[in-house]
């Protein structure tokens, strides 16, 4: 490839921030659930790479062509690749997709082909894009890219922080994972956290069930949890991470008595022999997306109860890992139910671009 902006290249990152910010030149856009990859396209040569430098190509492609139909000839942008249905997106069918063998990629990609959503231009023709302020790289985007919903579209953008409030609270259902907001005059710039995302966070009380290592070897990496169905199944929902190295260390002494005899009664006992059984979810299950990762963890009694931060609910699981709040002594493990976590109506994807379209 000969572009002005060649692979590989580390997207622009975000932070975290609990409000909408409602400063003057800020632009909003719907945060995407799904991967993000920069697409670099030289004439018949298209190649797709992740924000952890891990090609994507061989996975989704049917994207190489649709993306050859519906790009420029010489170009970079950056975007997510996801996995639109009737329901909203679909992340569970999206990390199929990272799948080793081509056979399986080629029937998944029939299956469930795969869209692309456009929201940045890094390069066009011979021209380097990344120096310029976001509000001119839109304004050349939106000269490529299409607005209607299609399977590669640009991204919806406003300037009203009221109507990003209305996306944010309206469209969750729809499978979205909140709200971006970018400054107008923002350069590209690779691996910093410039921008900010607004994210939908809610609260849960889990069963503590077991425990991961950190990959120091002396404190604890992550908790296991658990919640119960109707039928009193525990089924692993996520973990709860993050812990400073002083908090890790304090773990492994407060954990300590819940690991006396944790195996002899312990729901999960089975999962070293089936790691999936039909209607339930497993702890030590292998990733896809993190190959080789240690996923070995300690059981614990489930007798302790975690409320934890979470964002939201895809396929029974907590579709991010979780923050631990506090531990709950005054719960029973018995009371951490599905029933508390809380149901977001679905959304009609297409109504999101038919207002845009509209404004």
């Given at each position: 490839m000969d572009l002005p902006v060649s692979p590989p290249v580390k997207p622009m990152l975000s932070k975290a921030v609990h409000e909408l910010p409602r400063a003057p030149g800020l632009r909003y856009e719907p945060k995407w659930d799904g991967f993000r990859c920069i697409v670099f396209r030289d004439g018949d040569e298209v190649e797709l790479g992740s924000r952890n430098d891990r090609p994507l190509t061989r996975y989704f492609p049917e994207l190489v062509e649709l993306l050859k139909a519906s790009l420029p000839t010489r170009c970079v942008v950056d975007g997510e690749i996801v996995i639109v249905t009737e329901q909203g997106l679909d992340?569970?069918?999206?990390?199929?997709?990272?799948?080793?063998?081509?056979?399986?990629?080629?029937?998944?990609?029939?299956?469930t082909p795969a869209s692309f959503v456009v929201f940045d231009l890094l390069a066009l023709d011979d021209e380097d894009l990344?120096?310029?302020?976001?509000?001119?790289?839109?304004?050349?985007?939106?000269?490529?890219?299409?607005?209607?919903?299609?399977?590669?579209?640009?991204?919806?953008?406003?300037?009203?922080?009221?109507?990003?409030?209305?996306w944010f609270n309206r469209f969750e259902g729809a499978g979205f994972d909140g709200v971006m907001a970018k400054p107008?005059?923002?350069?590209?710039?690779?691996?910093?956290?410039?921008?900010?995302?607004?994210?939908?966070?809610?609260?849960?009380?889990?069963?503590?069930?077991?425990?991961?290592?950190?990959?120091?070897?002396?404190?604890?990496?992550?908790?296991?949890?658990?919640?119960?169905?109707?039928?009193?199944?525990l089924h692993n929902v996520g973990v709860a991470s993050s812990f400073t190295a002083a908090r890790r260390r304090e773990l492994v002494d407060e954990l300590a008595p819940l690991r006396e005899n944790a195996l002899e009664h312990h729901p999960w006992r089975r999962w070293a022999e089936v790691q999936a059984e039909a209607g339930g979810r497993l702890p030590g299950m292998q990733s896809r997306w993190s190959a080789g990762k240690d996923l070995s963890w300690e059981a614990l009694r489930p007798e302790w109860v975690a409320e934890v931060r979470y964002e939201h609910v895809q396929g029974g699981r907590f579709r991010h890992g979780t923050r631990l709040v506090r531990f709950r002594p005054d719960r029973q493990p018995?009371?951490?139910?599905?029933?508390?976590l809380e149901e977001v109506a679905p959304a009609e994807l297409k109504a999101l671009f038919t207002e845009v379209a509209r404004s």
């Open positions: 992340f569970d069918s999206l990390q199929l997709r990272l799948h080793p063998a081509a056979s399986r990629v080629r029937k998944l990609a029939a299956e990344t120096g310029e302020p976001f509000a001119e790289r839109r304004r050349r985007l939106e000269g490529i890219v299409g607005g209607e919903l299609a399977r590669v579209h640009l991204t919806p953008m406003t300037e009203d922080p009221d109507v990003a409030q209305d107008a005059d923002q350069p590209y710039e690779q691996d910093r956290r410039v921008m900010w995302k607004i994210k939908h966070e809610r609260t849960a009380d889990c069963v503590v069930a077991g425990f991961r290592w950190h990959k120091d070897g002396v404190g604890v990496g992550s908790l296991l949890l658990g919640l119960y169905d109707d039928e009193g199944t018995e009371s951490c139910t599905y029933g508390q």
